[in-house]
């Protein structure tokens, strides 16, 4: 095997020759010389081929690892503490190997994350599509009362409006995920910040009896308005739902050297310790969720806080409420 490689040839023939000179001059000046020479060749040769052997079953093992990962035994170890060229090429592969294995891991991850949201998102669009179906077949009665009809048509109406929302919803996540959102640096004034983030909600806290109060120790911020209003919004909505009538809600800006800070709180149901790290996942619904709730609001408040390079937490008691932190840094390293 080893004498069909052409290296291998080339070499015997060479220290052949060489032997075959050498030793026929040692000869001729001595016999014991002549011998001497032999000897030496003999045991270089051997030390080559032993070598060589030994070279050969380091690439036998390689080609057989290379082998085994190409037939998807990825879990294989070959590193080698040796030093020389074939212990150097071992160490890369192994590398490389490591690190498609941890591709491939997190390609398998990232499809099962989105065979889950894809079922998700077909069961949030079922849902309403189905109801107003069952609405459409009562609307097709001729004998349906007036009354009956008005009511069934405002509830399809909130049932579209709420798959619009979720399209659109979806849709941002979709580019704030993908990073294709830019993200603007804007001086924002504070006051006007929280005026523009609490209208969407102000009838509804007074139909509910809940009252708020806002503080801004900093004349302004710097921050995306446009997003950054949205991912305060989420979050409102999301206090002001479990906060029961009559409860209260506060907004407090203010800032110090490294960042600036919105603070949001309520004195709601609060969240569970259990729920508390999932909060942020996309289509989460924790145990204390409404029956319309869908898990995308404060998911996407989360990107876009950090789409900025800032930073959002929550603190909960059940039975006492929550307040939200939303962080955004002057200067990012």
Known sequence: MYFRNKEVKQFSVIV???????????????????AMVLIVAAFLYLAFIIYTIRRYKDLNDLSEYLRRVSSGDHFLDIRDNKEGELSILKS?????????????????R????????????????????????????????DNLPEKKRREFSNLINSQLERIDWLVASLLKMSKLEAGVVTMKKEKVEATRLIDNVLKPFLITMEIKGIGYSTTTDCQEIICDEKWTSEAIINILKNCIEHTQDGGHIKLLVRDNPLYYEILISDNGVGIKKEDLPHIFTRFYRGQNASSDSVGIGLAMSYRIIKSQKGDIQVKSQVGKGSTFSLRLYKAVI
Not at 92 to 108: A, C, P
Not at 114 to 140: G, N, R, Y
């Open 92 to 108: 890369e592969i192994y590398k490389v190997t490591l690190m498609l294995t941890e591709y491939n891991e997190q390609l398998q």
């Open 110 to 141: 990232e499809k099962l994350l989105l065979s889950e949201q894809m079922a998700e998102i077909s069961h949030q669009l079922k849902t309403p599509l189905t109801s107003m179906m069952m609405m459409v077949d009562f609307l097709s009665d």
């Open 16 to 34: 052949l020759n060489i032997t075959i000179i050498m030793s026929g001059v040692s000869f001729a000046i001595d016999v014991k010389a002549g």
